[in-house]
């Protein structure tokens, strides 16, 4: 038994809690004590710790804008990539401008595009669906990317089979579903752990370990994990059923499913195109992003997405309604097309990432947030495996907290071990094979507010 038990944990504290004001500004993960980024490199299940600070450095705001200053790194560490990628996630030394009332784009609709589309509450980059690679029918064969001639009319252009990059760059994506484009690290789907899903459908974990942004529970309203570059927020995989808030805790679900093609030559709206290759299991459907084809959701489905992922809807964050976007996963928790934001914004795209600040602005500087010892569902913390003789692990997926100290005490109250989960990480563990057989207390404290939890060491 190794640290790959760390996956069977299961936790029930889960979303964000409601942000009485101005969610634009209090969802972002600030770094307040100097934590730092890590990674991972092939062959070596240690993790390097790096220079760069973690999470979001600072937020600032005027009446219109707001602005993200991040060096792009998650506070779970990175790597390795397994596909050859030869980047490190390294720092962006960026800064977001956001718009802080979004408004929908009433005339044609603006397509995302590759690279950035959007920051999650961690200051780490959101991609679309695509990764720059498409098929070229006057050869034939791919073109864009790494080791692919180029594509007619460059890396944005319009081709009619637009690659997949849940599909075909899944043997390069970390535990968290990640990777670097030339240093800078993103997700394309829903920032979870591999190992979390239901149906696993990569073993990187089991080597690198890692968690992710949050974990899913189908018990409770996913967190507001981001927001696009139109300013509307993004969620996890889990929303309220009835667009006011009523109706049970759903999975989202995506109006986007495969075609029933064995021949690529049209869009799903019948349009003839170029032909791509056929179907096979070099090019499986799934492989493009237009063996995709949409129905729209009727008035009987509201838990199904619009053609941009989205839907207006009561959130916690946002109890007058707005129109959010979900990252989708279908029934094994596996990342579903497509997946966060797209193929189009429902919004004006107005954000940009720029080099400087040009208005006056004011620094935002967070409340205090909590654990409540009265939360029911802090009540509900397990720890797995329990009893053990080897590890115990602990894993949160409430992101919008501040630092949790969690302490290991034999019975007599001495002090054992500590460790720490930080804002933008889920997870934690004690390697406790040096320990007697017995019973041991776990602490867990946020702010003052302390839960305990007693477990059992035996081999």
């Not at 390097?48 to 060096?71: F, P």
């Not at 942004?213 to 570059?229: E, K, M």
């Not at 930080?422 to 702010?447: C, Q």
Request: glycine share 10%.
């Amino acid at each position: 038994m190794t640290r790959k038990l760390i996956y069977a944990l299961l936790l029930a504290i889960s979303g964000s809690t409601t942000q009485a004001q101005n969610p634009e500004l209090s969802a972002w993960l600030i770094n307040s004590t100097g934590l730092t980024a890590s990674h991972y490199v092939n062959g070596n299940s240690n993790v390097i710790v790096d220079a760069d600070s973690a999470n979001v450095q600072t937020v600032l705001y005027s009446a219109n804008w707001v602005y993200v200053r991040t060096k792009g790194l998650p506070a779970y560490p990175t790597g390795p990539f397994l596909d050859g990628n030869p980047s490190l996630a390294t720092n962006q030394n960026a800064i977001f401008k956001i718009p802080r009332l979004p408004v929908q784009n009433t005339g044609n609709p603006t397509a995302t595009t590759g690279g950035n589309i959007g920051i999650f509450v961690n200051g780490v980059a959101l991609f679309d669906y695509r990764d720059g690679v498409a098929w070229n029918a006057n050869t034939n064969a791919l073109c864009g990317g790494p080791g692919n001639p180029p594509c007619p009319g460059g890396p944005n252009a319009n081709m009619d089979w637009n690659r997949d990059a849940i599909v075909a760059e899944r043997l390069g994506f970390d535990c968290s579903k990640g990777h670097p484009a030339m240093g800078n690290y993103h997700h394309h789907q829903n920032p979870s752990a591999f190992k979390l899903d239901l149906s696993v459908l990569s073993t990187i974990c089991n080597l690198y370990d890692a968690d992710g942004l949050y974990t899913i529970d189908s018990t409770q309203h996913s967190p507001l994990i981001g927001y696009a570059y139109d300013g509307f927020p993004i969620y996890g995989a889990y929303g309220y059923y009835n667009t006011t808030g009523g109706g049970g805790i759903v999975r989202m679900k995506s109006s986007y499913s495969l075609r029933n093609i064995t021949v690529r030559n049209t869009h799903y709206n019948g349009n003839a195109v170029t032909s791509g290759p056929n179907v096979s299991t070099t090019y499986p459907l799934g492989y493009f992003r237009e063996d995709y084809g949409y129905v729209a959701p009727t008035p009987s489905t509201p838990d199904y997405l619009d053609e941009h992922n989205g839907r207006f809807c009561v959130t916690p964050e946002y109890p007058g309604g707005t129109y959010a976007y979900f990252c989708t996963v279908d029934a094994n928790w596996n990342s579903a097309y497509p997946y966060a934001v797209g193929p189009t914004f429902y919004g004006v795209k107005t954000a940009a990432k720029v080099t400087s600040i040009t208005e006056p602005v004011t620094v935002y500087t967070p409340s205090t947030s909590s654990i409540e010892n009265n939360d029911p569902r802090f009540s509900q913390v397990t720890i797995f495996p329990n009893p053990s003789g080897e590890f115990i692990a602990i894993q949160i997926n409430d992101i919008n907290r501040s630092e949790v100290s969690v302490e290991l005490f034999d019975m007599t109250g001495k002090l054992i071990n500590t460790t720490s989960i930080y804002p933008g990480s889920t997870i934690t563990y004690f390697d406790i094979r040096t320990l007697y057989n017995g019973e041991y207390i776990v602490r867990l404290n946020s702010d003052g507010n302390i839960v305990t939890r007693k477990i059992s060491v035996s081999r």
